[in-house]
């Protein structure tokens, strides 16, 4: 045979099997979208949650301009970050930071641009952000992953300029993708308190959905990872418990092998019941391997170290997330020399956070006592956190609204506001016990008489 046509024919087998490759590729693309638009050094641990996410598909192979991540972006060089540069999810000191790409930062993470950038418009993000509007550009064969990480409050996300994202717009962007055919199977993770609020009675189990959530719909998550060891005085916690673990199992298992579910339960069994994390909807979508949505770790295994293992909760250093600001502060006051001018400082603040949170307790009482009249016992200003019933929108979403502008003072001010946010119970018990007016009512009655709601 003439080289030529030896040549022909070499090119005729690359061109089939470049082909084969594009057919295997309009089989489905894998998409993934992460999220944190928790800011301050205390969030630290939700950032790096994303950042070690990011990881995990780059490492599948997945292409970059299918991964979106959108995250605060204020901790790398936050001046308390005693290792500049880096950002790591656990004390193994992996830093998962840098070489990252993040998409959206800043003011830019919030629910309007999340929103967009799930459903695939364009035109809104550009709108919203002034960029060229990177969005999950996916098509009916396509896989998409979302995960957040971040504080909640019953039937919320909790973002951090208090435009929060509730389970009824979520529960609509995911309908009208429905609609839309914009993806085959769609995974969402999400590490908030309360975080299975966001789905349990709202998610149908037959559009193609899957949400598996760090807690049920009426419970705290944790933060991993909070002592003083490493991080000294700067202490902070460096993950999401349900985060964490999900992450490490991603990183060892084998992913061709290994289910979403077998990565869940791993997840869950490490959480040792300190929480319980939850599956929602298609659950069918669970036995699919972790390859489906992750990518293929053998493609790029030397991206992240494959050591560790899954961990077990280590109870000193988990921190319910509701109450990360005020326990941060002990843990960084347990690292400072005992009387000295650093640790008597911090003193001073550990007292004005709880001053903070007592008045906090104080507007969410008001407001029951003020339809019900006296409680029984003082112990019980937490009653209602973990015991609410089912949320009734069209009452709950007005009263949320209001008690934004009654207390802006309680909900802008980052040592009281996600604690402030778990107690959001009271008001769905109250709206399934009187009318809207009412409640709004009994708000006003209460923020007339509290410091943290003058303006
Ligand atoms: C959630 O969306 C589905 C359609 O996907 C709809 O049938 C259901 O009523 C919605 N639930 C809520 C609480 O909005
Ligand atoms: C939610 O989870 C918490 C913590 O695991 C548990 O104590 C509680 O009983 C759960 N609530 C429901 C309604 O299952
Ligand atoms: C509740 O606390 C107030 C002030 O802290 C106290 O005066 C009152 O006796 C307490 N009531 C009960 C029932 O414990």
Same mark, same amino acid.
């Given at each position: ?375 029984? =016992? ?5 009653? /209602?956190?973990?015991? +609410? *019933? !089912?949320?009734?929108?069209? $009452? ?16 802008? =001010? ?5 604690? /402030?946010?778990?107690? +959001? *119970? !009271?008001?769905?018990?109250? $709206? ?24």
């Amino acid at each position: 045979m003439p080289l030529i046509m030896r040549s022909l024919a070499f090119l005729v087998c690359l061109t089939v099997s470049l082909a084969a490759d594009d057919t295997h590729a309009e089989e489905g693309k894998r998409w993934a979208l992460l999220v944190s638009s928790a800011n301050t050094w205390i969030n630290y641990g939700m950032q790096a949650d994303v950042y070690h996410a990011y990881w995990l598909f780059r490492e599948g192979g997945i292409p970059e301009e299918q991964i979106i991540v959108m995250a605060f972006d204020d901790i790398v060089n936050n001046d308390k970050n005693p290792f500049k540069g880096q950002v790591f999810e656990s004390y193994d000191l992996e830093d998962v930071y840098k070489g990252i790409r993040i998409d959206y930062r800043r003011e830019s993470v919030n629910k309007d641009v999340f929103l967009s950038v799930l459903r695939g418009d364009k035109d809104a993000v550009k709108r919203l952000t002034d960029s060229d509007g990177k969005v999950i550009d996916s098509g009916p064969s396509d896989n998409v992953f979302v995960f957040v990480s971040d504080h909640g409050a019953p039937g919320y996300i909790a973002w951090y300029d208090n435009n929060f994202l509730s389970a009824k717009e979520l529960n609509q962007t995911i309908a009208s993708m429905h609609e839309e055919n914009r993806y085959k199977n769609l995974v969402l993770y999400v590490d908030t308190c309360f975080a299975g609020s966001m789905f349990k009675d709202t998610l149908p189990n037959n559009i193609g959905v899957y949400a598996a959530t760090a807690t049920n719909a009426t419970f705290y998550a944790y933060s991993s990872e909070c002592h003083s060891r490493v991080f000294g005085k700067a202490a902070t916690c460096l993950g999401g418990l349900f985060s964490t673990n999900w992450a490490y199992g991603a990183q060892s298992d084998d992913r061709s092998t290994s289910t979403m579910n077998m990565q869940f339960q791993g997840a869950k069994i490490a959480c040792q019941g300190a929480t319980t994390p939850m599956q929602y909807g298609d659950i069918s979508i669970a036995h699919m391997t972790q390859k489906e949505f992750f990518g293929d770790s053998v493609l790029n295994r030397n991206i992240l170290r494959r050591s560790r293992p899954r961990r077990s909760v280590e109870r000193a250093s988990v921190i319910r997330k509701n109450m990360l600001a005020y326990q941060t502060l002990k843990n960084q006051l347990a690292a400072l020399p005992k009387g000295s001018r650093g640790a008597q400082r911090l003193m001073a603040r550990v007292s004005s956070v709880e001053k903070l949170m007592g008045l906090a307790d104080k507007f969410f009482l008001d407001t029951y006592t003020s339809v019900h009249g006296r409680l029984a =016992t003082n112990s019980s200003t937490t009653w /209602a956190e973990t015991n +609410f *019933g !089912v949320i009734k929108w069209s $009452c709950y979403e007005p009263v949320v609204k209001a008690v934004m502008s009654l207390c802006p003072k309680m909900m802008r =001010t980052e040592e009281v506001r996600y604690y /402030a946010g778990a107690k +959001f *119970g !009271v008001l769905v018990n109250l $709206c399934n016990q009187i009318s809207t007016a009412k409640v709004l009512a009994a708000l006003k009655r209460a923020a007339e008489i509290n410091p943290l709601c003058a303006v």
